[in-house]
């Protein structure tokens, strides 16, 4: 039995369809906050079960007679760390395999804020003696795609990423890591996946491939980190939100959103999803 946390988020959605392509859906546990949100999920034979990290009893009952558990990292950043401790702590208590977790890339050394939440659940994992597997997963492509709209529509992309290179991959193709991890046949245990994709981008490039396929004009324009962070909060983002994407630029100035080693293709027997191709199709939708 493979249990996945957070299973009606982005990811989780497609990790249990990664899944379905390989294990049958009655071995596959949906743990998710809300179970009526995971209707469609049941509707394929997996099993639902709520799983409130906030409510340890919950977690003992959604891991019941799982082997394996995928815990995707919260979504609630500043929270991140007790929510993930009760999840190792519940995975200790029944006894799991294997515990993969999704961190991010190079986390123990990146330059981005939001590494250092992971970090602290990384060493949490070490200290649990359960066994576990790090998935650290570089920069979604969509994290960048939902500029596309805004972008169009002022004929500028901003960011505080300067020339920075980034090797983003599409949340599919993490998933489809994810369920490769979760069902390989060679041991995972101690294994750390620096998770990017094949090809890489700065945001000016970016543009220019916005431009191209759309046919209107887009430049790329860098600002500094607090100007950019200002704009998205005019734009109307959370003060933390705009933080954070503005943070998170920085580091990939720094290069903390790089990565060559093609360890996601080789894992998902492919190659990844290029930005070329992701655009077209957002640009579609």
Known sequence: MIAITGATGQLGRLVIHALLKRVPAQHIIAAVRTPAKA?????????????????????DNAFHGATKVLLISSSEVGQRVPQHQAVIEAAARAKVQLLAYTSLLRASTSPLGLAAEHVATEALLAASGVPFVLLRNG??????????????????????????????????DYAEAAAAVLTAEAPQAGLVHELAGDTSYTLAEFAAELSSQSGR????????????QGALQQAGLPEGFAALLADS?????????????????????????????????????
């Not at 004009?217 to 950019?228: G, R, T």
């Not at 492919?270 to 191709?277: D, E, G, I, K, Y």
Request: charged content about 15%.
């Open 217 to 228: 004009a887009v430049v790329y324009q860098d600002l500094p980190q607090a100007a950019y």
């Open 139 to 172: 920069w979604y492509t969509e994290n960048y795609l939902a500029s596309v709209a805004p972008a169009l529509a002022h004929g500028a992309l901003i960011g505080s990423a300067g020339a920075g290179r980034i090797a983003s991959a599409t949340r599919a």
């Open 249 to 285: 630029d920085v580091g990939a100035a720094q290069g903390g959103l790089f990565d060559d080693s093609h360890t996601l293709s080789r894992l998902i027997g492919r190659a990844t999803t290029p930005l070329s191709v992701a655009m077209a199709q957002a640009l579609k939708a």
């Open 39 to 59: 209707q469609d999920l049941a509707a394929l034979g997996v099993q639902v079960r709520q799983a409130d990290y906030t409510r340890p009893d919950t977690l």
